[in-house]
Protein backbone atom coordinates (compact mmCIF):
# COMPACT_ATOMS: atom_id res chain seq x y z
CA UNK A 1 0.00 0.00 0.00
CA UNK A 2 2.82 2.15 0.91
CA UNK A 3 4.51 2.13 -2.40
CA UNK A 4 1.34 2.04 -4.22
CA UNK A 5 0.87 5.78 -2.60
CA UNK A 6 4.61 6.77 -3.16
CA UNK A 7 3.87 6.17 -7.04
CA UNK A 8 0.78 7.92 -6.95
CA UNK A 9 2.66 11.10 -5.43
CA UNK A 10 5.38 11.23 -7.55
CA UNK A 11 2.88 10.88 -10.54
CA UNK A 12 0.70 13.66 -8.99
CA UNK A 13 3.85 16.01 -8.69
CA UNK A 14 5.50 15.17 -12.38
CA UNK A 15 2.22 16.19 -13.37
CA UNK A 16 2.18 19.20 -11.74
CA UNK A 17 5.93 19.74 -12.57
CA UNK A 18 4.93 19.14 -16.57
CA UNK A 19 1.91 21.53 -16.13
CA UNK A 20 3.95 24.24 -14.62
CA UNK A 21 6.62 24.14 -17.11
CA UNK A 22 3.91 24.16 -19.78
CA UNK A 23 2.13 27.63 -18.35
CA UNK A 24 5.70 28.82 -18.70
CA UNK A 25 6.45 28.15 -22.08
CA UNK A 26 3.25 29.41 -22.95
CA UNK A 27 3.32 32.60 -20.97
CA UNK A 28 6.96 33.08 -23.08
CA UNK A 29 5.47 32.59 -25.96
CA UNK A 30 2.55 34.76 -25.55
CA UNK A 31 5.25 37.35 -24.90
CA UNK A 32 7.04 36.66 -28.08
CA UNK A 33 3.48 36.69 -30.01
CA UNK A 34 2.41 40.36 -28.49
CA UNK A 35 5.97 42.28 -30.03
CA UNK A 36 4.91 40.86 -33.06
CA UNK A 37 2.53 43.13 -35.92
CA UNK A 38 0.43 40.73 -37.65
CA UNK A 39 -1.43 41.50 -41.45
CA UNK A 40 -4.79 40.61 -42.29
CA UNK A 41 -4.93 39.06 -45.91
CA UNK A 42 -7.65 37.81 -47.41
CA UNK A 43 -7.59 34.34 -49.30
CA UNK A 44 -4.71 33.00 -46.35
CA UNK A 45 -5.70 28.96 -46.61
CA UNK A 46 -4.30 25.66 -45.37
CA UNK A 47 -3.68 22.19 -46.59
CA UNK A 48 -2.61 19.20 -45.26
CA UNK A 49 -2.65 17.10 -41.71
CA UNK A 50 -2.89 18.86 -38.39
CA UNK A 51 0.59 18.23 -37.88
CA UNK A 52 1.92 18.66 -41.48
CA UNK A 53 -0.20 21.44 -43.20
CA UNK A 54 0.35 24.91 -43.69
CA UNK A 55 -1.07 28.66 -43.87
CA UNK A 56 -0.46 30.35 -47.04
CA UNK A 57 -2.02 33.07 -49.68
CA UNK A 58 -4.34 30.86 -51.95
CA UNK A 59 -2.90 32.79 -55.15
CA UNK A 60 -3.23 32.00 -59.00
CA UNK A 61 0.49 32.31 -59.34
CA UNK A 62 1.32 29.31 -58.08
CA UNK A 63 -0.24 27.38 -60.57
CA UNK A 64 2.74 25.63 -62.32
CA UNK A 65 5.62 27.15 -60.46
CA UNK A 66 8.20 25.89 -58.49
CA UNK A 67 8.23 25.62 -55.01
CA UNK A 68 10.95 24.85 -52.57
CA UNK A 69 9.57 22.65 -49.90
CA UNK A 70 12.61 21.93 -47.07
CA UNK A 71 11.70 19.36 -44.43
CA UNK A 72 9.72 16.70 -45.00
CA UNK A 73 9.89 14.20 -42.90
CA UNK A 74 7.72 11.49 -42.90
CA UNK A 75 4.16 14.58 -43.42
CA UNK A 76 4.01 15.48 -47.35
CA UNK A 77 0.58 16.44 -46.88
CA UNK A 78 0.81 19.76 -47.82
CA UNK A 79 3.15 18.79 -50.75
CA UNK A 80 0.57 16.60 -51.99
CA UNK A 81 -2.27 19.20 -51.67
CA UNK A 82 -0.26 21.94 -53.16
CA UNK A 83 0.42 19.60 -56.31
CA UNK A 84 -3.59 18.70 -56.51
CA UNK A 85 -4.75 22.25 -55.90
CA UNK A 86 -2.55 24.09 -58.42
CA UNK A 87 -0.34 21.50 -60.75
CA UNK A 88 3.09 22.88 -59.19
CA UNK A 89 6.19 20.94 -59.29
CA UNK A 90 7.45 20.78 -55.66
CA UNK A 91 11.55 20.45 -55.09
CA UNK A 92 11.36 18.54 -51.46
CA UNK A 93 14.86 19.44 -49.69
CA UNK A 94 15.86 16.76 -47.09
CA UNK A 95 18.61 14.34 -46.75
CA UNK A 96 17.51 12.44 -43.26
CA UNK A 97 17.00 8.45 -44.09
CA UNK A 98 13.41 7.83 -42.62
CA UNK A 99 12.41 11.14 -45.01
CA UNK A 100 13.87 9.55 -48.31
CA UNK A 101 12.17 6.25 -47.49
CA UNK A 102 8.71 8.44 -47.33
CA UNK A 103 9.67 10.20 -50.13
CA UNK A 104 10.55 6.57 -52.36
CA UNK A 105 6.92 4.98 -50.84
CA UNK A 106 5.02 8.16 -52.28
CA UNK A 107 6.51 8.05 -55.92
CA UNK A 108 6.23 3.87 -55.52
CA UNK A 109 2.53 4.67 -55.07
CA UNK A 110 1.92 7.86 -57.44
CA UNK A 111 -1.44 7.51 -59.03
CA UNK A 112 -3.49 6.32 -56.07
CA UNK A 113 -6.26 7.87 -54.94
CA UNK A 114 -6.47 8.98 -50.83
CA UNK A 115 -8.86 5.48 -48.89
CA UNK A 116 -7.99 6.98 -45.30
CA UNK A 117 -7.95 10.10 -43.38
CA UNK A 118 -4.52 11.59 -42.10
CA UNK A 119 -3.06 10.23 -39.08
CA UNK A 120 -2.69 12.41 -35.40
CA UNK A 121 1.19 13.27 -35.03
CA UNK A 122 3.97 12.98 -37.55
CA UNK A 123 4.10 10.04 -39.51
CA UNK A 124 1.33 9.98 -42.34
CA UNK A 125 0.34 6.44 -44.15
CA UNK A 126 0.41 6.43 -47.56
CA UNK A 127 -2.89 6.05 -47.82
CA UNK A 128 -3.80 8.71 -46.15
CA UNK A 129 -2.51 10.94 -49.46
CA UNK A 130 -4.51 11.44 -52.81
CA UNK A 131 -1.69 10.44 -54.97
CA UNK A 132 -3.69 10.80 -58.16
CA UNK A 133 -1.04 13.99 -59.82
CA UNK A 134 2.25 13.05 -57.81
CA UNK A 135 4.96 11.76 -60.11
CA UNK A 136 8.29 12.39 -59.97
CA UNK A 137 8.78 15.08 -62.32
CA UNK A 138 6.08 17.22 -60.03
CA UNK A 139 7.73 16.30 -56.48
CA UNK A 140 11.38 16.25 -57.13
CA UNK A 141 13.68 14.81 -54.14
CA UNK A 142 16.86 16.77 -53.17
CA UNK A 143 18.52 14.70 -50.84
CA UNK A 144 20.68 17.47 -49.49
CA UNK A 145 20.68 19.79 -46.05
CA UNK A 146 19.18 23.44 -47.41
CA UNK A 147 21.82 25.66 -45.42
CA UNK A 148 23.40 28.98 -46.41
CA UNK A 149 26.64 27.59 -47.85
CA UNK A 150 27.05 24.55 -50.82
CA UNK A 151 28.53 21.30 -51.04
CA UNK A 152 30.29 21.44 -47.69
CA UNK A 153 29.92 18.12 -45.36
CA UNK A 154 28.40 18.57 -42.40
CA UNK A 155 27.34 16.66 -38.78
CA UNK A 156 23.34 16.32 -39.02
CA UNK A 157 22.48 15.79 -35.48
CA UNK A 158 19.69 13.54 -34.57
CA UNK A 159 17.26 14.10 -32.12
CA UNK A 160 16.64 13.14 -28.56
CA UNK A 161 13.71 11.75 -28.56
CA UNK A 162 14.42 8.79 -31.49
CA UNK A 163 10.92 8.34 -32.19
CA UNK A 164 11.15 12.07 -33.96
CA UNK A 165 12.25 12.31 -37.49
CA UNK A 166 13.76 15.67 -37.81
CA UNK A 167 17.29 16.08 -37.54
CA UNK A 168 19.72 19.52 -37.01
CA UNK A 169 22.75 21.11 -38.23
CA UNK A 170 22.84 23.39 -35.26
CA UNK A 171 21.54 20.62 -32.81
CA UNK A 172 18.93 23.23 -31.01
CA UNK A 173 16.90 20.17 -29.46
CA UNK A 174 20.31 19.70 -27.34
CA UNK A 175 20.73 23.01 -26.65
CA UNK A 176 23.25 23.58 -29.38
CA UNK A 177 26.15 21.27 -27.66
CA UNK A 178 28.18 18.81 -30.02
CA UNK A 179 26.42 15.42 -29.46
CA UNK A 180 27.87 11.54 -30.73
CA UNK A 181 24.94 10.96 -32.48
CA UNK A 182 24.80 12.51 -36.16
CA UNK A 183 25.07 11.70 -39.58
CA UNK A 184 26.80 13.12 -42.26
CA UNK A 185 25.23 14.96 -44.86
CA UNK A 186 26.39 17.28 -47.56
CA UNK A 187 24.94 20.95 -48.20
CA UNK A 188 23.06 23.05 -50.57
CA UNK A 189 21.70 26.60 -51.05
CA UNK A 190 18.56 28.20 -52.34
CA UNK A 191 20.77 30.21 -55.40
CA UNK A 192 21.88 26.59 -55.98
CA UNK A 193 18.58 25.05 -56.38
CA UNK A 194 17.55 27.79 -57.96
CA UNK A 195 19.85 27.71 -60.66
CA UNK A 196 20.20 24.09 -61.28
CA UNK A 197 16.33 24.30 -61.81
CA UNK A 198 16.69 27.54 -63.63
CA UNK A 199 13.98 29.30 -62.07
CA UNK A 200 14.14 33.14 -62.03
CA UNK A 201 11.41 34.09 -59.48
CA UNK A 202 10.91 31.63 -56.96
CA UNK A 203 6.51 32.24 -55.91
CA UNK A 204 7.29 30.08 -52.20
CA UNK A 205 9.20 28.60 -50.06
CA UNK A 206 8.66 26.59 -46.95
CA UNK A 207 11.42 25.98 -44.27
CA UNK A 208 10.90 23.41 -41.64
CA UNK A 209 14.57 22.45 -41.29
CA UNK A 210 15.30 21.79 -37.31
CA UNK A 211 16.70 25.74 -36.48
CA UNK A 212 18.80 26.08 -39.93
CA UNK A 213 16.13 28.32 -41.33
CA UNK A 214 17.95 31.52 -39.84
CA UNK A 215 20.99 30.81 -41.90
CA UNK A 216 19.17 29.95 -44.68
CA UNK A 217 16.92 32.97 -45.13
CA UNK A 218 19.81 35.49 -44.30
CA UNK A 219 21.67 33.98 -47.33
CA UNK A 220 18.64 34.12 -49.22
CA UNK A 221 18.48 37.87 -48.68
CA UNK A 222 21.65 38.40 -49.17
CA UNK A 223 21.66 36.72 -52.79
CA UNK A 224 18.33 39.21 -53.45
CA UNK A 225 16.17 35.96 -53.31
CA UNK A 226 12.53 37.21 -52.43
CA UNK A 227 10.01 34.83 -52.73
CA UNK A 228 6.22 35.79 -52.85
CA UNK A 229 5.52 33.83 -49.76
CA UNK A 230 7.87 32.90 -46.77
CA UNK A 231 6.60 29.95 -44.84
CA UNK A 232 8.93 29.20 -41.97
CA UNK A 233 8.97 26.64 -38.81
CA UNK A 234 11.51 28.54 -36.31
CA UNK A 235 11.94 25.35 -34.69
CA UNK A 236 14.48 27.29 -31.69
CA UNK A 237 11.37 28.87 -30.36
CA UNK A 238 9.43 25.66 -29.37
CA UNK A 239 12.39 25.23 -26.35
CA UNK A 240 12.83 29.32 -25.82
CA UNK A 241 16.24 30.46 -24.16
CA UNK A 242 17.81 33.81 -24.76
CA UNK A 243 19.82 32.70 -27.88
CA UNK A 244 16.71 30.71 -29.59
CA UNK A 245 14.97 34.34 -29.24
CA UNK A 246 17.69 36.41 -29.84
CA UNK A 247 18.04 34.75 -32.65
CA UNK A 248 14.20 34.99 -34.09
CA UNK A 249 14.34 38.27 -33.59
CA UNK A 250 17.49 39.00 -35.21
CA UNK A 251 16.04 37.60 -39.05
CA UNK A 252 12.39 38.40 -38.01
CA UNK A 253 13.82 41.83 -38.27
CA UNK A 254 15.75 41.50 -41.35
CA UNK A 255 12.69 39.99 -43.51
CA UNK A 256 10.53 42.76 -42.75
CA UNK A 257 13.12 45.34 -43.85
CA UNK A 258 12.91 43.44 -47.03
CA UNK A 259 9.54 44.25 -47.41
CA UNK A 260 7.69 41.52 -46.10
CA UNK A 261 5.15 41.69 -43.89
CA UNK A 262 4.16 39.10 -41.00
CA UNK A 263 0.55 37.81 -42.03
CA UNK A 264 -1.81 36.56 -39.46
CA UNK A 265 -2.82 32.48 -39.86
CA UNK A 266 -4.61 29.94 -38.36
CA UNK A 267 -1.07 27.85 -38.01
CA UNK A 268 -0.05 26.82 -35.04
CA UNK A 269 3.18 28.74 -33.01
CA UNK A 270 5.87 28.98 -33.97
CA UNK A 271 4.87 28.87 -37.90
CA UNK A 272 4.88 32.15 -39.61
CA UNK A 273 3.97 33.31 -42.97
CA UNK A 274 5.70 36.54 -44.34
CA UNK A 275 4.25 37.89 -47.54
CA UNK A 276 6.32 40.78 -50.23
CA UNK A 277 4.54 43.64 -49.50
CA UNK A 278 3.10 44.30 -53.35
CA UNK A 279 1.41 40.94 -52.88
Same mark, same amino acid.
Given at each position: MVRYFNRLIKKILSKKIINFFIKKLNFRQNQILKKLQFHNYKNISFLGSNYGGWSFLDNSYLNNKYIISAGLGEDASFDVEL !??????? !????? $?? $?????????? !? @?????????????????? *???????????????? %?????? =? *??????????? $????? &????????? @????????? !????? %?? &?????????????????????????? &????????? *?? $???????? =????KLNDKSIKRFFSIHKKILSNNYKLTKTCSKFPDFLYLKSSM
Open positions: !ISKYNCK !ILVVD $PT $PRAIKHYDEI !I @NNKGRSKSKSYEEGGKQS *IHSYDLSNVNKDNFIL %INNALY =D *IDNKELKFFAP $PNKKH &VSYSLNNWQ @NNYEETEDY !IKVKT %IT &VKSILDKFNIENLEMIKLDIEGAAVE &VILDMLENK *IF $PNQILVEF =DELN
